[in-house]
């Protein structure tokens, strides 16, 4: 019995040794309670965190999509300016084009006016020349008649005059036909 006892005593002891108090059972319950505690704390804060994250994730792509909105507006208002300003340079260049044939064709114009200008004063050149060369002829012609016609007025030698045969005109007629005119 005594060896019982002791099988007893030192099955009691290694128990005792293995099994918990009552403190310590307490105080694993409390440990399980409060880790159980955290967790539940841990993974709300996790799903808070997780949320959060979600609303910024959704602010930061509202954000995106405002300034890709914003940047597509300034785009297209940059193309429209620049559209515009190409536009209104072409009508410059257009106009100063324009402008220039407008000024070439007033040149052209005033050398077309000149020059027919010119060839009216020629044409009035020539025609007061040829005016002039005619009166010229005529008045040589003229001059040339009357020199050739004129009667000239030789003094008569008396003692010949019995030799002196006129013709009809009044002209002397010498023999070999030269004629003297009287007068």
Known sequence: MNAIRALLVSATEITKAEM???????????FRAAMSELRTEIQLMRKMEATQLKLDALALQRQLEMIDQRMREDLQTMRTEVEMDVEM???ATRSDSKDIELRIQELD??????LGDLRTAMERY??????R?????VAVAVLGTYIVNRP???PV??????????DQFGTNVRPGNTFISLG
């Open 20 to 30: 918990l108090s009552r403190a310590d059972l307490e105080n694993t319950y409390l």
């Open 89 to 91: 340079r072409r009508s």
């Open 109 to 114: 114009n005033k050398f077309i006016v000149r």
């Open 126 to 131: 020539k025609w007061d020349t040829t005016r």
């Open 133 to 137: 060369l005619l009166l010229a002829l």
């Open 152 to 154: 000239r007025n030789k």
């Open 157 to 166: 030698d008396p003692t010949n005059v019995d030799e002196l045969e006129l």
